[in-house]
């Protein structure tokens, strides 16, 4: 397998990846800093928590349950499942759900490395319902990565405008709304939550590079396949 094609293949990935972690390391150099966004944390999750409706709270609380860390990892488990056995190809359901599993675990990492506090409890909709450190979103990152990375593989064959704009505008709606209820809710802070989407970014990246890698390597064996002599496989001689 030749570097440059390897190198154009996964180039466009990696730059996804990158930019990904470049925003990320911004937000956290001015969390510890106290600067940048850090100042608007504080009064965005003030002022929602003092303008919250009870029907909005039940609508957000839902959302946030459900892509939390019990019904998310069950409906992607489940439904890479279904996706493999449906169209007999296990390669996206596995991207996807490995994906998952990596992004949400970098999070938790993360986590306990930043060591954030959450917003106070009196901010908090369930005071003390949430153990862990607040920064990145785990909810976020989940929801990020789960739109991001489903997206890209069902349309990385079928490239459009239209279905790029689609997916675009479905992406910033699902990610917008569960970042959203995270700070709504009174769980997380405006860097929390951006730096979630970013980490699903990063996972994008990700697995572009990881699939366009397949490709080169299956192409590859695909060619050795065709011009092997009749009766013998790659490896094989007489």
Do not use: N
């Amino acid at each position: 397998m030749r570097v440059l094609a390897v190198v154009r293949a996964t180039l466009p990935g990696l730059l996804i990846a990158a930019l990904g972690m470049w925003v990320f390391a911004a937000l956290l150099e001015g969390l510890l800093e106290k600067g940048d966004l850090y100042v608007v944390d504080q009064p965005v999750v003030d002022w929602l928590a003092a303008h919250r409706q009870p029907w909005l709270t039940g609508l957000l609380t839902a959302v946030t349950d459900t892509f939390g860390p019990v019904i998310l990892p069950v409906a992607v488990g489940v439904g890479g499942v279904v996706w493999g056995v449906v169209t007999g190809r296990w390669r996206e359901p596995v991207l996807l759900v490995a994906a998952m599993a990596v992004s949400i675990k970098l999070a938790l990492v993360l986590k306990t490395l930043v060591g954030r506090p959450r917003p106070a409890d009196s901010l908090q909709v369930v005071p003390g319902l949430e153990s862990s450190a607040s920064f990145p979103s785990g909810h976020t990152t989940g929801a990020a990565t789960l739109v991001l990375v489903l997206g890209y593989l069902m349309l990385r064959r079928r490239w459009s405008a239209h279905a790029l704009l689609w997916w675009a505008v479905i992406s910033v709606v699902v990610v917008g709304t569960v970042a959203s209820s995270r700070l709504y809710l009174g769980y997380h802070f405006v860097t929390d939550v951006m730096a979630g989407a970013c980490l699903g970014v990063v996972a994008l990246g990700g697995v572009i590079v990881v699939d366009r890698w397949l490709d080169l390597w299956e192409g590859r064996a695909e060619q050795a396949t065709r011009s092997a002599p009749a009766g013998l496989t790659p490896g094989e001689s007489r």
